[in-house]
């Protein structure tokens, strides 16, 4: 129950910069591998037969 109410503070930028500092790099290395992950799959995609 704990853990919804951080992220509910976390998604209004409610916690202490430290706090936001850690939030926004996580969220950032969260973006880029999402983007990354999709980047291989559309790769794969792309060649047909390979998976």
Do not use: H
């Not at 880029?32 to 047909?48: G, R």
């Amino acid at each position: 129950y704990d853990v919804y109410i951080t992220l509910a503070r976390w998604r209004l930028g409610l916690t202490t910069s430290p706090g936001m500092r850690i939030c926004r790099g996580v969220k950032k290395i969260y973006e880029s591998l999402n983007s990354i992950m999709a980047f291989v799959i559309s790769a794969f995609n792309q060649v047909p037969g390979k998976i």
